[in-house]
């Protein structure tokens, strides 16, 4: 089939084809071995810089020579290493050739952004390559785990009576933040994990997608009262060198508004009083997962009526460089007096841009209550 298409071409161009060593040399690698996906791409590829090669010199209103580029973008985006090298190398001896023919059509500008090119598409050939993933694959994929890691952190269907509000915002628009959310609703039991890994944005989105899947796991296939201290051993079986992860669990009973609460290292969840109209800070501790083997928490027990709601959040809502944690949660409580007469649906959103818009930090919420 290779041979057909030679010989398609025009006597001169073949005859020119046959005295460039480059261009032989990428004739023979393609006839070696079977041709693949890649090669099938590199081809197409290749014979497209020698169109837009001969095309520039004879016409550069249809062709200029800057068109070459547009070869080395595709080729970075979806060549292997070895088969972009090859097309570097058709493409820098069509560069030669239009110099040579139509010098006044080269000049340094295109030569310079070419070179660029060319360099910026063997960074991306070899980073796919070094993924194992090629073409845009790898982005696809990342943009699957992105949803994966939403859809998780979706509450439940709850019954009548009970609603909730997850707002999530990452540090500097990224799609992938160190807070995410775990839920499970199981014989009338609600169960809620917010967990927050140090770091923020992609820096800490990583290490979020793989304890996401292994705290959900856990969430509901453990009893209650285990699932920090399983958390912790899987942590702590991990060995991690970058930094700490903090998670708050809640567990409800939905028919009798009993709840409790436990904490590893993250800050206090609030609890809404309607009869009182007042935000109460919960007492529930415990150390950060992953730093000791046996965890120790302090749970919290109470009651949610009508009315009621819990307020769960990470620290980015609350924590400024140079001030108290204390006053982060007091500041907090005062905007959130704005949820009451307003809806907690309807204000949930707007507390978290309020909080987080001087805060370049990953920041979540999660209110529940009881209507």
């Known amino acids: 089939m290779l041979q057909r298409l030679v010989h398609l071409l ?38 497209l810089a020698i169109v837009l090669g001969f095309g520039a010199v004879e016409s550069q209103r249809w062709s200029p020579s800057g068109a070459l580029v547009l070869t080395l973008l595709g080729g970075g985006l979806l060549l292997r290493v070895r088969s972009l090298a090859v097309l570097l190398g058709v493409v820098a001896v069509m560069v030669g050739y239009d110099a040579w023919k139509a010098p006044s059509n080269t000049g340094p500008g295109i030569i310079a952004t070419l070179a660029v090119t060319a360099v910026l598409a063997v960074t991306l050939a070899r980073t796919r390559q070094q993924l194992g993933v090629m073409g845009l694959r790898g982005d696809s994929m990342l943009l699957e785990l992105r949803d994966r890691l939403r859809s998780q952190g979706e509450m439940p269907k709850l019954p009548d009576g009970w609603d909730t509000q997850v707002v999530m915002l990452q540090a500097g628009g990224s799609s992938f933040g160190g807070d995410f959310v775990v839920s499970a609703l199981h014989d009338g039991v609600l169960e809620v994990a917010l967990v927050d890994v140090s770091g923020k944005g992609t820096d800490a989105g990583t290490r979020a997608l793989m304890l996401s899947g292994a705290f959900g796991g856990l969430l509901g296939s453990v009893p209650t009262e285990q699932f920090l201290p399983a958390c912790n051993t899987y942590l702590h079986r991990q060995q991690w060198d970058e930094g700490f992860v903090t998670a708050v669990h809640v567990v409800i009973e939905l028919e009798t508004g009993e709840y409790t609460v436990e904490s590893a290292g993250h800050p206090p969840v609030v609890q809404f009083d309607a009869g009182s109209g007042t935000w109460q800070v919960s007492p529930a501790k415990g150390v950060v997962l992953g730093v000791i083997p046996d965890l120790a928490a302090t749970p919290e ?48 959103r707007e507390l978290v841009e309020l909080m987080s818009a001087e805060r ?9 209550w009881r209507t």
């Open 360 to 368: 370049d930090d990953d920041c979540a919420l999660i209110l529940i």
């Open 301 to 348: 027990r109470g009651r949610l009526r009508a009315g009621d709601a819990l307020l769960l959040y990470t620290d980015g809502l609350v924590e400024s460089p140079g001030s108290d944690l204390d006053a982060g949660i007091d500041r907090l409580l005062g905007e959130a007096e704005r949820l009451v007469p307003n809806g907690f649906r309807k204000g949930a």
């Open 10 to 47: 025009p006597p001169r161009v073949r005859a020119f084809l046959r005295r460039i060593p480059p261009l032989v040399a990428l004739y023979r690698w393609l006839r070696r071995g079977t041709l693949s996906r890649d090669r099938y791409l590199g081809a197409g590829l290749a014979l």
